[in-house]
């Protein structure tokens, strides 16, 4: 079982907060709290067999964080003696002082449960960094001209990243927490080129980014070699395919396609912040608003979503928050219908919630946390059908795998989407991929025509390093699981004749 990287636990992370906590009690915050932070990432890419990029960094330092007098005040630093750490405090009292706004709602904060002295280690096996990087790149070249020497197949890029992220909590209340996560995203393009017509047709790995290690890329959670086996008959497929007529069709979507709509169109349209207008700024706010609580047809019978920070292998899982709140799994869509939203302390406080679900986080530690994304996913059916047979539930249909663009409005309600693989079903049997597919619809129409959800064999993990929000803006990785499911009459369009 992996342990917490050596390094971190020999700074003097115990001193610091003492410092920290010990100022900002003295001159009269109500709350305080202090992380101190190391981000190691690195990345690695290949383009036609050849190494092209590599890098390794690391971001170290601490933050605190206060409520004085009803306001925030926030601040961060490199410098790690407990002098450095009360100035820090001091300098986030005077912060607040600035950002207190006559007349404005004092800060309110769900009450939380102390844990003290808590370590929290992701899952997973071999640490990317202790692996030597001659292995790393000979794994990701090999992989790479495996992929290239394929007939049909003109170019080749590939890239991994992975990161390991420590993290130091401790707060006024007597909560402290040691947490270290490792993810990693190999992803593989393969593109081929009509140089008689000069244009070019690509296809990429499905493989999703995941709490995992290197183990990742050597055949634990996803089989690369098979699935780069693979990918050149799907793309010389491809590039002969036709393009598909518009119209309305019923869509059988695999969850590598269908991951993403679940971000959009549920993820973000659930995070209260967001509901409640204070995310406007920033891709929008949200159609799901704190009214409609409790009786907003969100989808079918069928749909029920949940929000997850402790799921093994999840993007978003942690032991606890950048609020020191516990990881949980909460409801927010049952049956159809809208019953929660994703907290943070102050979102949960200022709306008379007993507690926050533990949805703190911030991207570094010179950012002050969001609310952010926990693993939002669509639960499959306990006898659920196989993808097969949704597949063979369809008269006239397409069958959609992979991501690749998306548009939503503001709202999170008109949305648009793409996909990487269609396959024209005819009579219940795929009969060719088809091109030049997006699927349009307004969230509840297309949650509300979902007819069937794969069982629990269909479902799988999908995600992003990379979600982006508020201002400074800052990235968080988030991981959305769904079965394959049944979505009956959904609007297709041509990519090619609406110009995109």
């Not at 102390?114 to 030597?132: A, C, L, Q």
């Not at 047709?201 to 183990?215: D, F, I, K, Y």
């Amino acid at each position: 079982m992996p342990s917490v990287e050596s390094s971190f636990v020999a700074l003097p992370a115990r001193d610091l907060s003492a410092a920290a906590l010990q100022h900002a009690a003295d001159r009269g915050a109500s709350f305080a709290d202090f992380r101190l932070e190391q981000i190691r990432a690195g990345h690695l890419a290949v383009r036609d067999g050849r190494v092209e990029t590599v890098t390794d960094t690391t971001d170290l330092g601490l933050a605190v964080r206060v409520v004085h007098d009803g306001a925030w005040g926030f601040a961060s630093g490199l410098s790690r003696t407990p002098a450095a750490a009360a100035e820090l405090a001091e300098q986030a009292i005077e912060t607040a002082r600035v950002s207190r706004v006559l007349g404005a709602r004092p800060v309110e904060l769900a009450p939380e449960p102390v844990h003290r002295d808590v370590e929290w280690v992701s899952s997973y096996e071999i640490d990317p960094f202790e692996v030597p990087e001659e292995e790393r790149l000979a794994r990701m070249v090999d992989l790479a001209q495996g992929l290239q020497s394929a007939d049909g197949v003109d170019h080749v890029d590939g890239h991994v990243d992975y990161v390991r992220e420590n993290k130091f909590y401790a707060d006024l209340s007597g909560t402290l927490t040691t947490q270290q996560r490792v993810r990693i995203h190999p992803e593989f393009t393969a593109v081929a080129v009509d140089r008689g017509v000069g244009s070019f047709s690509s296809m990429r790995t499905l493989a999703p980014p995941v709490g995992r290690g290197w183990e990742y890329l050597t055949g634990a959670g996803w089989d690369f070699d098979a699935e780069l086996a693979e990918l050149p008959q799907l793309l010389r497929e491809h590039v002969k395919a036709p393009s598909v007529e518009p119209g309305r069709y019923d869509l059988v979507i695999d969850p590598s396609n269908l991951w993403l709509t679940i971000h959009e169109s549920v993820g973000h349209a659930t995070e209260l912040d967001r509901a409640l207008g204070y995310e406007a700024a920033y891709a929008g706010t949200s159609f799901a608003t704190p009214d409609r609580l409790g009786s907003l047809r969100y989808g079918s019978d069928l749909m029920t979503v949940t929000g997850d920070r402790t799921v093994e292998h999840g993007l978003a899982s942690i032991g606890y928050d950048d609020e020191g709140v516990a990881a949980q799994q909460f409801d927010l869509v049952r049956g159809g219908v809208l019953v929660g939203y994703q907290l943070n302390r102050q979102m949960a406080g200022q709306s008379g919630l007993p507690r926050s679900n533990g949805c703190a986080f911030a991207d570094s530690p010179g950012h002050l946390p969001l609310q952010r994304m926990a693993n939002v996913s669509l639960r499959p059916a306990p006898d659920g059908p196989t993808t097969e047979e949704l597949i063979g539930g369809v008269t006239r249909g397409i069958f959609i795998k992979g991501d690749r663009s998306w548009s939503i409005d503001s709202q999170r309600f008109n949305f648009q989407f793409t996909g990487q693989q269609f396959y024209r079903i005819e009579n219940g049997r795929l009969v060719g991929q088809l091109r030049d597919v997006a699927y349009q619809a307004t969230t509840t129409e297309f949650w509300g025509s979902m007819e069937a959800v794969g069982g629990p064999a269909t479902y799988v993990l999908g995600g992003a390093f990379n979600c982006g929000k508020g201002q400074p803006g800052q990235v968080a990785p988030v991981s959305h699981g769904c079965p394959a499911a049944l979505f009956r009459g959904v609007n297709v369009l041509n990519t090619v004749l609406e110009g995109r």
